[in-house]
């Protein structure tokens, strides 16, 4: 059986930082570009970022770039997001998705883990 397993949320105070990992198991994911998103209630599925199966590639939001970095694990099966500088609008569930092409769309990605919250605290 294929799964995403995020781990690493919790809550932190403004400024602070949180690393969250992202394991697969069930298959390779060699081939698969590894992306994050955040949700907040009563909102669409936000995109994040997202790194390409070599870690050569790597597609940030603007609007997050030098605070967040995403890397990959060199089994290429784990992907982490460093979250740096955390702001209380960064507040969200964080979700890892694998998808075979790097977007910004979350409907792009098949598979899904089951999300872990990142409260952070003014």
């Known amino acids: 059986q294929v799964q995403l397993v995020e781990s690493g949320g919790g809550l932190v105070q403004a400024g602070g930082s949180l690393r969250l990992s992202c394991a697969a198991s069930?298959?390779?994911?060699?081939?698969?570009?590894m992306g994050w998103f955040r949700q907040t209630p009563g909102k669409e599925r936000e995109f994040v970022v997202a790194i390409s199966w070599s870690g050569g590639s790597i597609y940030y939001v603007d609007s997050l770039k030098g605070r967040f970095t995403i890397s990959r694990g060199n089994a290429k099966n784990t992907v982490y997001l460093q979250m740096n500088t955390l702001k209380p609008e960064d507040t969200a569930v964080y979700y890892c998705?694998?998808?075979?092409?790097?977007?910004?769309?979350?409907?792009?990605?098949?598979?899904w883990g089951q999300g872990t919250q990142v409260t952070v605290s003014s």
């Open positions: 069930g298959r390779t994911f060699s081939r698969y570009v």
């Open positions: 998705a694998a998808g075979d092409l790097p977007s910004q769309k979350s409907n792009d990605y098949d598979l």
